[in-house]
């Protein structure tokens, strides 16, 4: 499908214009991560930098989609404590032209207690959009736990960013689907004025119960990753390595990434340094007894290109499951962006970027798809790669995005900001 495919033609974007106008003041975003703690890389992110540049615009911490459980290990004392830190912040300035909200709320699903938190919930938001001056808000959906608060709030228009299958999470086996993240993804579909898929697959879904509906595939800060694969300074615990360098940036957690992968491929090639960038989950920490692995832990998000340029190899070793099916990973294109051969297990947007990246399955044949990575890399193939990343900026997505909210009559007020 093409980005601009369904757009209508300019003689009915005015029609729908003058039938239905609404202009939005200010946006308020319901997050995907904590800004604090998370990647800034999400779509979520970016979009709102954009609309921070004209509008008072706040972004408002994920609210979660489950309760943290003891389980997790010290994952579990991780992320309650990063909670808790964010929670102390509460409103502030994000430093990149938007505020920044976390409120009380647990993310509990039935009975009076959630009934209960949603309301406080409610009342935290409403005094902080009235002392903040926002009257009309373009709401911006990123996380479906919002779809009980939503509908109390003062909106111009609801925009929800379907970047992800909430219903796949923490899927042990293929039918075992969370029915409650299913029943919020489609509520808050169905109050959405315009739903944003970035993936064909998550566009098929929302087609079925939404009323808008538009593919807008993941950008990427090109300049930002351009620039930093062209600076010869590697980061310092990558300095002193002499041999080739795979890598993998992002979080390494069981939902998304193939632990008995990468773990047979790490023993299988120990004349190569696997760098592994990124929070790991406890199973994954186990990786790190191999020595030929490195792992840094979290980097700020602009210090991630010095490391990705350092890769001589990019890898995404994703577990084959109904979440990875929906993705579209924003690193695809900040590999590319890089000039960087990426080795991939297969998923269904991969083939949008035709033969520019390395497709294997099974530890084998993934191991290999490194070795001819290795050997065909050429100047000519690098320059391909950033050419096609350059064309998928977050800025035209953004510009994408304008033009869907105009053809649904929700325009920018001009006098706002």
Same mark, same amino acid.
């Given at each position: 499908?093409?980005?601009?495919?369904?757009?209508?033609?300019?003689?009915?974007?005015?029609?729908?214009?003058?039938?239905?106008?609404?202009?939005?003041?200010?946006?308020?975003?319901?997050?995907?991560?904590?800004?604090?703690?998370?990647?800034?890389?999400?779509?979520?992110?970016?979009?709102?930098?954009?609309?921070?540049?004209?509008?008072?615009?706040?972004?408002?911490?994920?609210?979660?989609?489950?309760?943290?459980?003891?389980?997790?290990?010290?994952?579990?004392?991780?992320?309650?404590?990063?909670?808790?830190?964010?929670?102390?912040?509460?409103?502030?300035?994000?430093?990149?032209?938007?505020?920044?909200?976390?409120?009380?709320?647990?993310?509990?699903?039935?009975?009076?207690?959630?009934?209960?938190?949603?309301?406080?919930?409610?009342?935290?938001?409403?005094?902080?959009?009235?002392?903040?001056?926002?009257?009309?808000?373009?709401?911006?959906?990123?996380?479906?736990? &919002? =779809?009980?608060?939503?509908?109390?709030?003062?909106?111009? !228009? +609801?925009?929800?960013?379907?970047?992800? %299958?909430? $219903?796949? @999470?923490?899927?042990?086996?293929?039918?075992?689907?969370?029915?409650?993240?299913?029943?919020?993804?489609?509520?808050?579909?169905?109050?959405?004025?315009?739903?944003?898929?970035?993936?064909?697959?998550?566009?098929?879904?929302?087609?079925?119960?939404?009323?808008?509906?538009?593919?807008?595939?993941?950008?990427?800060?090109?300049?930002?990753?351009?620039?930093? &694969? =062209?600076?010869?300074?590697?980061?310092?615990?990558?300095? !002193? +390595?002499?041999?080739?360098?795979?890598? %993998?940036? $992002?979080? @390494?957690?069981?939902?998304?990434?193939?632990?008995?992968?990468?773990?047979?491929?790490?023993?299988?090639?120990?004349?190569?340094?696997?760098?592994?960038?990124?929070?790991?989950?406890?199973?994954?920490?186990?990786?790190?007894?191999?020595?030929?692995?490195?792992?840094?832990?979290?980097?700020?998000?602009?210090?991630?290109?010095?490391?990705?340029?350092?890769?001589?190899?990019?890898?995404?070793?994703?577990?084959?499951?109904?979440?990875?099916?929906?993705?579209?990973?924003?690193?695809?294109?900040?590999?590319?962006?890089?000039?960087?051969?990426?080795?991939?297990?297969?998923?269904?947007?991969?083939?949008?970027?035709?033969?520019?990246?390395?497709?294997?399955?099974?530890?084998?044949?993934?191991?290999?798809a490194i070795d001819q990575a290795l050997s065909e890399?050429?100047?000519?193939?690098?320059?391909?790669?950033?050419?096609?990343?350059?064309?998928?900026?977050?800025?035209?997505?953004?510009?994408?995005?304008?033009?869907?909210?105009?053809?649904?009559?929700?325009?920018?007020?001009?006098?706002?900001?």
């Amino acid at each position: 499908m093409d980005p601009i495919e369904g757009l209508a033609d300019e003689d009915e974007v005015v029609t729908l214009i003058a039938m239905n106008t609404r202009s939005f003041d200010s946006v308020l975003c319901f997050g995907d991560s904590d800004w604090w703690y998370h990647n800034r890389g999400h779509a979520d992110m970016q979009f709102m930098r954009r609309f921070a540049r004209r509008f008072r615009t706040i972004y408002v911490n994920s609210l979660g989609v489950h309760i943290p459980s003891v389980s997790e290990g010290r994952m579990f004392a991780r992320r309650v404590g990063r909670k808790l830190k964010s929670l102390a912040r509460f409103y502030r300035d994000g430093g990149e032209g938007f505020s920044v909200l976390t409120p009380v709320y647990a993310p509990i699903r039935s009975g009076w207690a959630a009934g209960a938190a949603r309301t406080a919930l409610v009342a935290q938001l409403r005094t902080v959009m009235s002392l903040c001056g926002m009257h009309r808000p373009l709401i911006w959906v990123a996380c479906p736990t &919002a =779809a009980g608060v939503v509908p109390r709030l003062p909106r111009a !228009g +609801v925009v929800y960013q379907l970047s992800d %299958f909430y $219903g796949g @999470l923490f899927q042990e086996r293929p039918d075992q689907l969370d029915d409650t993240a299913q029943s919020q993804e489609r509520s808050i579909g169905e109050l959405a004025d315009l739903v944003v898929c970035s993936s064909d697959a998550l566009y098929a879904r929302a087609e079925g119960w939404c009323r808008s509906a538009a593919y807008v595939d993941h950008g990427v800060d090109y300049d930002l990753f351009a620039n930093g &694969a =062209a600076s010869a300074l590697r980061p310092e615990m990558l300095s !002193g +390595v002499t041999e080739p360098i795979v890598g %993998f940036f $992002g979080n @390494l957690d069981g939902n998304t990434v193939d632990r008995a992968l990468l773990d047979e491929v790490i023993r299988s090639r120990p004349q190569y340094r696997f760098a592994l960038v990124g929070p790991m989950a406890a199973d994954f920490e186990k990786l790190t007894r191999h020595e030929n692995v490195i792992a840094t832990g979290q980097q700020p998000y602009r210090a991630i290109p010095a490391f990705g340029a350092a890769f001589d190899v990019c890898l995404m070793p994703w577990l084959q499951n109904d979440w990875i099916k929906h993705c579209n990973p924003v690193k695809l294109k900040e590999y590319l962006a890089l000039g960087k051969p990426v080795v991939t297990t297969p998923f269904p947007e991969l083939a949008r970027c035709g033969n520019l990246c390395y497709q294997a399955q099974g530890a084998t044949a993934f191991a290999a798809a490194i070795d001819q990575a290795l050997s065909e890399d050429n100047a000519d193939k690098q320059a391909a790669r950033r050419e096609w990343a350059s064309r998928h900026s977050w800025d035209s997505k953004f510009d994408l995005v304008m033009t869907l909210l105009q053809q649904q009559g929700i325009l920018p007020d001009e006098h706002a900001g």
